[in-house]
């Protein structure tokens, strides 16, 4: 049960990455980049309370998307919408990308 369990959450942690992956690497194409640095925000249990999620979401994402930096901003208030606030106030405080 733990296998089955540690291989759904990675897989899982992949498919996510991959994702945004595709995302961030379009970004940094259509602003002619060679590299990028963006801020995202997140919100959920899954990525604040497993023990493994993030850190894999992260290490996949440095793999798919080695030209980009991404930062993680979690949002605190436990809402959907909390994610995309903090990811909007923290470029408006630190700059695009920062």
């Known amino acids: 049960m733990r296998e089955v369990c540690h291989t759904v959450s990675v897989r899982?942690?992949?498919l996510c990455a991959a994702g945004l992956a595709a995302v961030v690497e379009k970004m940094r194409e259509n602003r002619g980049l060679d590299r990028l640095s963006v801020t995202v925000g997140v919100d959920g249990t899954l990525y604040k309370l497993h023990?493994?999620?993030s850190r894999c979401v992260q290490r996949t994402l440095r793999d798919l998307a080695p030209n980009c930096t991404v930062k993680f901003m979690p949002?605190?208030?436990?809402?959907g919408k909390g994610a995309a606030l903090v990811a909007a106030v923290a470029c408006r405080t630190t700059g695009p990308g920062q």
Request: overall charge negative; aromatic content about 10%.
């Open 12 to 14: 899982a942690a992949q």
């Open 51 to 53: 023990p493994h999620f």
């Open 75 to 79: 949002s605190e208030d436990g809402s």
